[in-house]
């Protein structure tokens, strides 16, 4: 660019050189010494007497300005219109030192410090279609307003439009594989690796956990995970997607060359604390990219912030203390237990104890503490890498999850001897965990005596504070929630700062059940799950519902986002079978080896509720009976049953009603469990 300025402002065209002496801005032999260094340079004459300090740089732009008859701008009085800055984005006004100010009559006038540069006018008016007019400024002033105009944060949405826009027009060539050395070339484009940029930070600046990039037949989205639901975001042009992923994939360390298998690679976000982890798969339309952003400084949330009351904290604390023992936690995906035992290893003293950890996947690094990576593939299951770490001389150790017998079993023996172990499964409740491992096959009397504390826990959002608002809960959620009528209730409107959805923010609900004597010989005992309930609220304990419900008479959260998440137990009064069909969000299915539900089959529009899967399974466990007894009792086939329990299907109302019948028997205290 600078190569072509002393062909356009040849040394002895110095006009605006002899006005600025004649103005007494310059002495004839400052004169010369620019115009000599301008011959050496190629710099513009009025940068060269900035820079030597000759004069002010607004005097002698003023004066170049009148000479050149070029209009001069004075960008403390000049309008400056803001509508017009997405058309320039912020980086080009930075690389050509330009700044947009208004238009008139289809003209754009930008200020320049050169009104020669024609690469700087030719590419504003590419990207914003208008007839551009220079204006003259000091690069300085540029530089100022620049700095004033365009903060960052705000237009990394318009320059992220504004990319995806300079970059239609014709698409790739499909069909073809292209070869690796062009897919680095694609990678390495500038607008490719600004738009990888761009929508890291823009996932950062909206406290996004996750950002999803699919590929399918007409295009690319882009959807970012904000407070655990995935939001739309500007997509970028198609052509763009194979750099895109390639660029992705280099930053993580991944195989470029292969787009046939998943891959699983990490980055870390230059002077963060944040690493992102990636994963490819490969779709029918392309390679799907996952990157999840952990934030370490995040990570090591005190009790108090994940939300425990003092009381639970002190139980948890305690709990983690104890040399040996099991601590659970429980939730679905997605409900925020391994922040809670990563918390809990974070208060840790390490170095007096040796911590291991076994996770599917490592989603946290953690300094002086050892973490295995399982790899089912070649073997190393939770169960394998268990038996391998017991053999370490392990004290504290963590088992991402426990998914079967064998793994819940050699969970208890490390405890039974002398080993404090943490994990997690997916159960609804606390309580409900501890049948639910001993339906698994483990002994009663050995899980009575290591376990020492369960936790249930879901995330619930929390009303965004810009549009809070109190607003009339519909009667039924009143009542189903047990709500006061005269009570104040709140949700948020929607804005801005949440996305239009009312919700900024988690925070956690807690269920704990602390394992003491009684509860301990309850559990040997196998009594039921009522009875330990009882005996656990006579010293406090409350469900994750009754803690929702608090929450929402403290006006953090919302009645349906408790509703959605947490299930009534029978002694609040709410119906669990009528709570089977109101539309909740499907919870994990709960059984081992149950799929997701696959098809909707004839249950009509209702959709398949795991919820009432793991209830059906448990009403058949309690009452002792077989698939076909139970299908007996209600009246169809047992694949039926079958069904219902993998969470495939959902029992169709009338059947619904039967098997209410079949559990308010067992749920009336008539002794008959043992
Ligand atoms: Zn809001």
Not at 79 to 106: C, G, H, N, Q
Not at 349 to 373: A, K, S
Not at 478 to 491: A, I, K, N, S, V
Not at 558 to 570: A, H, K, M, R, S
Request: with cysteine.
């Amino acid at each position: 660019m600078t190569a072509i300025r002393p062909e356009i402002m040849p040394r002895h065209n110095s006009k605006a050189g002899e006005a600025l002496v004649e103005e007494n801005l310059l002495t004839a032999s400052q004169l010369d010494d620019v115009l000599e260094e301008q011959d050496e340079s190629g710099q513009y004459l009025g940068e060269i007497i900035v820079e030597n300090g000759y004069a002010p740089a607004e005097e002698v732009y003023q004066q170049i300005a009148e000479q050149v008859a070029v209009p001069y701008a004075d960008l403390d009085s000049v309008p400056i219109d803001v509508s017009l800055l997405p058309l320039v984005p912020a980086k080009l006004a930075r690389k050509f030192t330009l700044m947009p100010l208004y238009v008139e009559d289809d003209v754009l006038y930008v200020a320049v410090s050169d009104h020669l540069d024609i690469d700087a006018l030719d590419t504003v008016a590419g990207n914003t279609g208008y007839h551009v007019e220079p204006m003259l400024a000091p690069p300085s002033e540029i530089s100022r307003v620049i700095d004033e105009y365009y903060t960052d944060a705000g237009n990394i949405e318009e320059d992220m439009e504004i990319l995806a826009e300079e970059q239609t027009g014709e698409e790739g060539t499909e069909g073809e594989e292209p070869s690796e050395a062009e897919l680095e070339v694609e990678a390495s484009d500038t607008p490719v690796v600004r738009y990888v940029n761009l929508l890291i930070q823009q996932a950062i600046d909206k406290r996004a956990s996750d950002v999803h990039i699919e590929p399918h037949d007409k295009g690319i989205s882009v959807r970012l995970r904000i407070d655990g639901v995935l939001h739309y975001t500007t997509p970028p042009p198609k052509k763009m997607f194979s750099g895109i992923v390639t660029r992705i994939k280099i930053l993580s360390g991944l195989d470029i060359g292969e787009r046939r298998i998943p891959q699983d690679g990490r980055f870390r976000l230059e002077g963060s604390q944040i690493d992102v982890r990636v994963s490819t798969l490969p779709t029918i339309y392309g390679e799907k990219v996952v990157m999840r952003l952990l934030d370490k400084s995040k990570l090591m949330l005190s009790m108090k912030e994940l939300g425990f009351q003092p009381k639970n904290q002190q139980i948890y604390e305690e709990a983690l203390r104890q040399p040996q023992g099991i601590i659970l936690v429980t939730g679905p995906t997605g409900s925020g237990k391994t922040t809670t035992l990563y918390s809990g290893l974070g208060n840790m003293n390490r170095d007096d104890r040796n911590i291991v950890t076994t996770e599917d996947p490592v989603e946290y690094e953690l300094e002086g503490i050892n973490q295995v990576q399982v790899k089912s593939k070649v073997g190393l299951t939770f169960a394998a890498s268990l038996r391998s770490i017991l053999r370490q001389d392990p004290d504290v150790i963590m088992v991402g999850e426990i998914r079967d017998l064998e793994t819940a079993q050699m969970a208890v023996r490390a405890a039974l001897t002398g080993h404090l172990v943490l994990s997690t499964l997916h159960t609804n409740n606390a309580i409900a965990t501890v049948t639910r491992l001993v339906d698994m096959g483990v002994k009663s009397f050995l899980l009575g005596s290591c376990l020492s504390v369960v936790m249930a826990q879901r995330l619930v959002r929390q009303i965004c504070p810009a549009c809070k608002a109190s607003y009339d809960v519909p009667p039924e959620m009143r009542q189903e929630l047990d709500l006061p009528d005269d009570g104040e209730y709140y949700h948020g409107e929607g804005c801005d700062q949440c996305n239009d959805t009312g919700y900024q923010g988690r925070e956690a609900l807690f269920e704990i059940l602390n394992i003491d004597q009684e509860i301990s010989r309850l559990i040997t005992e196998e009594a039921g799950e009522d009875q330990i309930r009882e005996a656990a609220r006579r010293k406090g304990f409350s469900t994750l519902r009754e803690r929702g419900i608090n929450k929402i008479k403290q006006g953090i959260t919302t009645p349906e986002e408790i509703l959605t998440n947490t299930v009534g137990t029978g002694d609040e009064g709410t119906d669990q079978a009528e709570n089977c069909d109101d539309g909740q969000e499907p919870e994990r299915p709960l059984i081992s080896g149950a799929a997701v539900p696959a098809k909707e089959a004839d249950r009509g529009s209702e959709a398949p509720n795991p919820s009432v899967a793991e209830r059906i399974w448990w009403m058949r466990a309690k009452l002792d009976l077989t698939q076909k007894e139970l299908a007996d009792k209600v009246g169809v086939s047992s694949s039926t049953v079958g069904s219902w329990e993998r969470g495939r299907t959902n029992p169709r109302r009338d059947n619904l009603r039967k098997l209410r019948r079949i559990m308010d028997d067992i749920e009336t205290p008539t002794e008959a469990s043992t």
